[in-house]
């Protein structure tokens, strides 16, 4: 295919507003002020041709707030809704990207029913380990959340990815730990722009800027290291870093056309 012929989308489909100093790990050791952070709840289309024939890539998937509002979000449309107002029907989505396996990336995969799925091979893992263990309890996913992931596994559908891998053409995915044990950060070669797509390495422009941590973590350092590594690759790339959860990102990238703009921005 062309190379950046792609576009990527991003939508909305959540939110809340939360304290700088509950969700940037230490916060206080910065010595400057708190406030409130407008925090989105988010997943992404990437579209391209390959081949000759359309393509559409799903990053993550979102997941049903009404169901259960884990930390208070709120529903604003539902992902289903989302979905249809960017012309995506999930049963013909090519593939899905997991970030990671938390409740509000995963929540809908069962939705896309012939997508190829591809995860981190760490992510993948970590979670099944700690389901087939019975420690689930306690955690940000839930067995319901990785059923559709063993079903794509059994199905012959699941990708494990252990190190930086183009995917498609022009979508390179890296496995980052930190949030996660095997988080993926997702680089796509756009044809307007080059982006990446931190999801949960960086929720918020804060910590692009920054380096500074999030509160949730399974290792500091890891996610430390993690966030240099964005910046750098960012730097070696020209990309656009674009942070998981910020809903600053709805002012600096235009709204979506047509009935899309209710909940979508085109980030390239
Ligand atoms: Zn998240």
Redesign the pocket.
Known sequence: MPQGSLSVWQVKYGERVVRRSDVLHDYAQYGVPDGNLDMD?NFWVVRGRDNGRDTTILVDTGYDIAARDWLGEISVTPPPEGLDLVDVDPTTVDMVIT??F?Y??IGYLHLFTNAQVVSGRVEYDYWFGKWEAGALEGEFTTAENLEPVRKARDDGRLRLVSHETEVFPGITVYPIGGHCPGELLVRIDAATRGLILA??AA?FYEQIENEWPFFAFTDLDEMKAGLAFINRLAAETGAEVIP??DARVRDRYPAAPGKAAKVANVLA
């Open positions: 709840y970030s990671h938390h509000d990336h999801v949960d929720h998981g959860h």
